[in-house]
């Protein structure tokens, strides 16, 4: 079994195999050269032989053209043309269509949607003058979503806009590429929807997917593009003829993808007991300022869309279906999932709904790459999971921190456990501590000002670094060598989220209820760590009553 992360090494007793494999993949297709008013201008010219019928008119027909081609083709060929209304699930109208034969390639359903796409505006002034510019806002036009079934990369889809310079889409499944794969291998395997539930060899299955980020993977992104954007969805606009004779070759970019990692347990109960702890400890300290780190921003997303709203920063948990529980950290158009797949598989998914969002290159050279930046995220996003799910303080720690230490020749004062201060110190801490490069003193008086919700001219990095002293004379913080920045020890932030969660989830909530119970019909809200405080609660009552000192 291949471990690559704490939280997989501290459960992998009840782990039988685990993998990572890239997920859906979309790429943007485009004639990089008619994308600019005067290449576009020259692309007609090629196309015409001169651009005296450019025109709103003309540009209008080349759409009507390709939808009575495409009638046309599927009329003869019998392939199901199926026109969708907005919000439709289109995914729901191509299943029944789907091939059974292993064997079928080719176009077997063409699905036609409304969608706001890049249209020209064309204007004319003086004899010649020819002023190109695009409509605002974006028109809604029907788009044709190609549904095709290849032998490498199983189903994907096409979806082409019909109006010129005639942009697509194509939509992959990671998953899809390797379970061909895999069969070609030899690999023995169970799956069920988007997720192999029982593996043969978790790490020849591991290999197969890595293939898709190596230095080849590249390569086989654009050879299945290339396979069929020509051949089977642009020639209903385009001649094979007039793509030769105006150049017409399409260009690549990145515009979402989605990475997994994927653990097999050994029992489904076993995975349901972990998987609902890990909501109810971690759906509290994942605030803001924690997502913001795991997620490598310094500031939240604020770029509103295009209906005014502010981008998603929150901790949410749904429930799409009575038996699936899924838990969402969304951050702008970044979103860390966690959930079930089938009895046994607990699923943790990185998902990028904007390339943009990553700050990296969007051609799809750089597909590794922002691989690679999708990892770390979740790489810290479990870092976060496992500091306060699995924490713990050693026996003697809290008889040692309020004590006096010292860092080498100098005597530092001792943690006081009951101060508000050292206390926001700690969360502080382990809020910045997924930071792969660590943290300034200046960052963490910034973070505390935060969290007692005071300003910062109240608490100065000055302050901060003789806290950080504290920490580090107990071994809980460590300084990075020649730099001015701090990370927290694996075992420290163990030890106080330890402190933190038992303080604020166990002994605040027990004492403040210690005599007296709660009565009546149970919230909406109510979970599995309510239930445990109650029956906790009625115990310690009995035990105020022998000792004498309840109410």
């Known amino acids: 079994m291949l471990i690559q992360d704490e939280f997989s090494e501290h459960y992998q007793e009840q782990i039988d195999e685990t993998y990572d494999c890239v997920d859906r993949i979309v790429l943007n ?18 196309l015409y032989g001169s651009d005296e019928k450019l025109d709103d008119t003309n540009l209008m027909r080349h759409a009507g053209h390709f939808a009575r081609r495409v009638r046309a083709s599927t009329r003869k060929s019998g392939i199901p043309l199926i026109y969708c209304k907005q919000r439709e699930r289109k995914d729901e109208k191509v299943r029944p269509y789907i091939p059974t034969d292993p064997e079928f ?51 994907i889809i096409i979806k082409l806009c019909p109006h010129p310079p005639f942009n697509a889409q194509i939509i992959l499944n990671g998953h899809e590429y390797v379970e061909r794969q895999a069969r070609k291998k030899d690999i023995s395997f169970a799956k069920e929807g988007n997720c192999f539930t029982v593996v043969s060899d978790a790490r020849a299955l591991a290999g197969v997917a890595d293939t898709m980020t190596a230095s080849g ?58 998987f609902n702890g890990i909501i109810d400890r971690t759906r509290g300290p994942l605030s803001v300022p924690t997502m913001k780190t795991i997620f490598g921003y310094k500031n939240r997303p604020y770029h509103r869309d295009a209906h005014g709203k502010l981008p998603r920063v929150e901790c949410v948990v749904e429930r799409p279906v009575y038996t699936l529980t899924v838990f969402k ?19 943790i998914e990185v998902i990028t709904h904007n390339a943009r969002e990553l700050k990296c290159r969007r051609s799809v050279d750089a597909f590794p790459q922002m691989i690679g930046i999708l990892k770390e995220i979740l790489e810290r996003f479990l870092c976060v999971i496992k500091s306060v799910d699995t924490s713990f303080i050693d026996n003697t720690q809290l008889d040692t ?37 660590g943290f300034q003193s200046s960052t963490l008086a910034k973070k505390i000002c935060e969290i007692l919700n005071v300003p910062t001219s109240v608490f100065s990095p000055r302050q901060a670094a003789y806290d950080l002293k504290k920490l580090r004379a107990k071994g809980l913080v460590v300084k990075i ?19 933190i969660v038992l303080r604020d989830k166990v002994l605040a909530p027990l004492l403040a209820n210690a005599g007296k119970l709660k009565t009546g019909r149970k919230t909406s809200t109510h979970c599995l760590i309510d239930i445990h405080h109650e029956t906790i609660q009625r115990e310690m009552q009995k035990l105020f009553q022998t000792i004498g000192i309840a109410a």
């Open 401 to 437: 921190w309020p004590q006096p230490s010292r860092i080498g020749t100098t005597r530092v004062a001792g943690i006081d456990m009951n101060s508000v201060r050292m206390r926001a110190v700690m969360e502080a801490v382990i809020a910045l501590s997924p930071d792969k490069r």
């Open 481 to 499: 060598e020649h730099s001015r920045r701090y990370e927290a020890t694996r075992d420290g932030i163990r030890a106080m989220t330890g402190y």
């Open 329 to 347: 950290v969304h951050f702008g158009k970044l979103t860390v999932k966690l959930y079930s797949k089938g009895e046994r598989v607990l699923r």
């Open 217 to 274: 993977g590249v390569g086989r992104l654009v050879k299945v593009c290339e396979r069929w954007i020509y051949s089977a969805c642009l020639v209903f606009a385009l001649s094979t003829k007039d793509q030769e004779q105006t150049s017409f070759r399409y260009g690549y970019s990145l515009y979402q993808a989605e990475y997994s990692r994927n653990l097999l347990f050994k029992r489904g109960r076993t995975m349901e007991q972990i």
């Open 29 to 46: 297709a485009y004639y990089y050269f008619a994308q600019s008013p005067g290449g576009f201008r020259v692309w007609w010219r090629r």
């Open 105 to 155: 390639r080719g176009v077997f359903c063409i699905v036609v949607g409304r969608a706001p796409a890049a249209i020209r505006k064309v204007e004319r002034y003086g004899n010649k003058g020819i002023n190109i510019t695009l409509k605002k806002p974006y028109p809604f036009v029907n788009h044709y979503s190609f549904h095709i079934m290849d032998h490498e990369w199983g189903h």
